[in-house]
């Protein structure tokens, strides 16, 4: 046997918690792309980065004395102020900008960029310095983050500061008009990068947004198998190599009686179950025995089958209910047993009414002795009880289908035991229980009726034959976990043995040497067709208790 433990009511109602599936939304590129984003936050800090790199680099060229040799200076001192401040402002902006929600912001930080670059730009001396380049990168870097129109206008900035600035230094030196050309190449350059920056990010783009789509559809499809598999009746393990379990749905922990089972080792959590799974790995190609976890739980028919993954054999076992598969079974019998009874009932039926008319007949002769008289008797006997036999299998195969009505169970159940009371019934007594205000639910009154007489019946037969008077119990009352209506039917007879409690409502199971054995069986699928349960609850001290579990008021079939 397993060790059995406490289910946690979740688990006991066959639901685990599982992520909520929901249909992914699409996914906007400039939503994706935007500085909001993690990508776009990237990207920023990456801007952030470089023109901090030019800031240092300027600031130590200047304070090495090392632009005096290298640069053919046009103004030292705006050279050297305006590198102080490319430096001290993008540390500001580094620290202060850290999220730019707001297209102008992106473009006002790369507009001051490209000021400041054109700025140092003529004070450095023109394209002579080799700090033109410094602008075809600011513009590329803010291509990356500003898109379209705004993009391209930086580029146009960008190149016509470097064809003004080129034409403005040429006026006072000659030498700087051999870069006319040189200019003209840059601004142009300008525009080609901010054009193929933005083209590769739109790219870039679309397959990150594809890529995050996938990844989405595969995690809502990831929640939705794993809501399928707990929500399936079978039981499902999945064991890795050492027999530790990996995975376990809700079924399965409860037909088991652990919780939890993931991560716990096989031989901790159902030893059974692991000798069952040793069986089938000496030999697969029978099929293992049937297995009970617990004392209390039901019989179990394990399957196994052997999975690859990532290189390792894992072991997926199957774990369904051989009660459920018993009781399909025995609902597809009976249904065959309601044809076969329906086709061949008047050839039952016209025998047995001869011979019962024929007993009947020589029961009524004078000179038929003692003996004989008996005889009849029990042919009589017989008689109605094979009659009554075949009426049931027939309500059986012609049942109706079920008129579902909203009833006031707690006036209905008053008027239908005052019903009870004015019938003559010798020496018995109902009584009844109910809970104050309305109970209601919806349910087929008539056959309502059918269930409650034959469980009223039984329960007044059963303790007038011990007691010699019969009593019969009904409480009706509101379940406090469910808040479902509920009626108890209780008497105080000898009760029902504990060997016999399993087969009370098969059919054709009796106690008695007269019954047919399917007036229970027809109570519960009078009920079941209604969305309400019956069932028999063990009494405490002497007698029986059935329990109708009644269906939400709103429910409808």
């Known amino acids: 046997m397993c060790r059995r433990t406490k289910l946690s009511p979740t688990t006991t109602a066959g639901i685990a918690a599982v992520p909520t599936w929901n249909k992914t939304t699409p996914l906007n590129n400039a939503d994706f792309w935007s500085p909001g984003t993690a990508q776009g936050q990237r990207i920023l800090r990456l801007y952030h980065l470089y023109r901090l790199s030019v800031g240092l680099a300027l600031v130590l060229l200047i304070t090495s004395d090392m632009h005096r040799e290298l640069l053919d200076m046009v103004d ?16 500001v902006l580094g620290v202060l900008v850290q999220q730019a929600n707001r297209p102008l912001t992106l473009f006002g930080l790369a507009l001051f960029d490209v000021t400041l670059l054109s700025t140092l730009f003529y004070a450095a001396g023109g394209l002579s310095s080799g700090l033109a380049p410094l602008l075809v990168i600011s513009v590329a870097m803010s291509n990356s983050i500003l898109r379209g129109r705004l993009g391209l206008l930086i580029a146009a900035l960008a190149s016509s500061g470097l064809i003004y600035l080129t034409f403005y230094i040429s006026l006072s030196r000659s030498a700087a008009t051999s870069y006319y050309v040189q200019a003209g190449a840059l601004g142009a350059l300008c525009f080609v990068a901010a054009l193929i920056i933005q083209a590769l990010s739109r790219r870039l783009q679309q397959s990150e947004t594809l890529a995050r789509r996938h990844a989405a559809d595969v995690a809502d499809l990831q929640v939705l198998n794993a809501l399928i ?49 040793q069986q089938w790995q ?20 394990p399957s196994f089958v052997q999975l690859r993954r990532k290189g390792e054999r ?49 029961q009524e002769a004078e000179d038929l002795s003692a003996p004989d008289r008996r ?51 010798g020496d018995s007594t109902i009584h009844l229980q109910t809970e ?35 009593q019969v119990w009904l409480n009706l009352f509101r379940d406090s976990d469910t ?20 087969n009370l409502f098969e059919p054709f199971f009796t106690t008695e040497n007269k019954g047919t054995g399917l007036g229970l069986y027809i109570s519960r699928e009078l009920c079941e067709s209604n969305r309400a349960r019956l069932d028999y609850v063990p009494r405490e001290g002497s007698g029986a208790c059935f329990r109708i579990t009644f269906a939400h008021p709103r429910t409808t079939s």
Not at 383 to 397: D, F, G, H, P, Y
Request: proline residues 6%; hydrophobic residues 40%; charged residues 20%.
């Open 314 to 362: 894992d072991i997926l076992i199957f774990l369904e209910d051989v009660s459920i598969l018993a009781q399909q079974a025995q609902q597809l019998k009976l249904a065959s047993l309601g044809r076969l009874t329906a086709g061949i009932a008047h050839e039952i039926r016209n025998p047995l009414g001869a011979i019962s008319h024929a007993a009947q007949l020589l």
């Open 436 to 470: 104050a205000g309305s109970i209601q639910t919806r349910i087929d009154p008539q056959q309502l009726t059918q269930v409650l007489t034959n469980l009223v019946q039984n329960g007044l037969r059963y303790s007038a034959r011990k007691h010699g008077r019969g």
């Open 229 to 277: 598999l707990q929500r399936m009746r079978t039981g499902i393990l999945a064991l890795d190599p050492q027999h530790r379990v990996l995975l376990a749905n809700a079924s399965s922990q409860s037909l088991l009686g652990q919780h939890p089972l993931e991560n716990q080792p096989l031989e901790q959590c159902c030893p059974v179950l692991l000798e069952r799974l």
């Open 282 to 301: 000496e030999n697969p190609a029978l099929r293992p025995p049937t297995l009970q976890a617990f004392a209390e739980g039901p019989v179990l028919q």
């Open 483 to 502: 808040q479902l209506p509920v009626l108890e039917i209780c008497d105080d007879g000898d009760g029902i043995p504990a060997d016999q409690q399993a």
């Open 375 to 425: 005889l009849t008797h029990i042919i009589l006997d017989h008689s109605r009880r094979m009659n009554l036999v075949v009426e049931n299998i027939l309500q059986l195969s012609r049942r109706r289908q079920a008129e579902p009505q909203l009833l006031d169970l707690r006036y209905w159940l008053h008027r239908f035991t005052g019903e009870l009371r004015e019938s003559p019934r």
């Open 76 to 91: 030292a001192r705006l050279f050297r102020h305006a590198s102080w401040a490319y430096l001290a402002t993008n540390v």
